[in-house]
């Protein structure tokens, strides 16, 4: 199962070219449908990129599934084509997620999050260090080479607290209450739980989708 939000953190201050080769293999060979492996998003929201089919993973580094997924979507990441941007937004279900939000923005104002996503990924579910606060957040990336310096710059920027309040508003309109979820140029959503809980299982769901969203818009 996924991790549920706290509702009550909705005032947070603080969000192919698929080749023309066939789409990976579905489960049971089938076509996705609209209420089972995906739904709607409705209304549906206007993309940021008028060239691009943008998907979000909606996750957190908190999230023993995000932990479990990386694995699974990281290789698929890199395969990605140019016409598809693809995004993470860490949500802030939890008053104690929201430093880890906060991390991720943190290192990707740093220009770390392919050198370091995966290790706070560890850090948290297989060291079980606890990084709650800017103080044992800084005192970590400091182990990996990050200056203590250059990280509280980073962590107390107008671009990284600025980027806080756009989850809380993401999240609405989304309707994403648990992670992690991917959501597809505005449209669609699916996750885990909606294709029975195999991780593995989400990712052709998406393609499917990323061509859904691609047809629609003529991209």
């Not at 089938?30 to 089919?53: D, M, N």
């Not at 699916?190 to 990323?210: C, F, Q």
Request: charged share 20%; with cysteine.
């Amino acid at each position: 199962m996924n991790v549920l939000r706290r509702k009550a953190l909705a005032a947070a201050p603080f969000l192919l070219t698929l080749a023309a080769s066939p789409l990976r293999a579905l489960a049971q060979d089938t076509v996705p449908a609209e209420g089972k492996e995906y739904r709607a998003v409705s209304p549906p929201l206007a993309p940021e990129s008028k060239t691009k089919v943008e998907v979000i993973e909606f996750f957190s580094y908190a999230c023993p599934h995000c932990y479990a997924f990386e694995p699974v979507i990281e290789p698929w990441i890199a395969k990605l084509p140019p016409v598809v941007t693809f995004t993470r937004v860490p949500v802030l279900f939890y008053e104690s997620w929201v430093p880890l939000a906060r991390l991720y923005y943190t290192l990707d104002a740093l220009g770390e999050v392919k050198r370091l996503h995966g290790t706070v990924f560890d850090a948290i579910h297989k060291e079980h260090q606890r990084l709650i606060d800017e103080a044992g957040i800084g005192a970590f990336l400091e182990k990996q080479g990050v200056p203590r310096k250059k990280f509280t710059d980073a962590w107390n920027s107008f671009s990284v607290q600025s980027r806080m309040p756009r989850v809380a508003q993401l999240l609405a309109a989304y309707n994403i209450d648990a992670v992690p979820e991917i959501a597809v140029d505005g449209r669609y959503v699916t996750s885990n739980t909606m294709v029975g809980g195999s991780h593995e299982a989400v990712l052709p769901v998406v393609d499917y989708l990323i061509a859904q969203a691609r047809k629609t818009r003529k991209l």
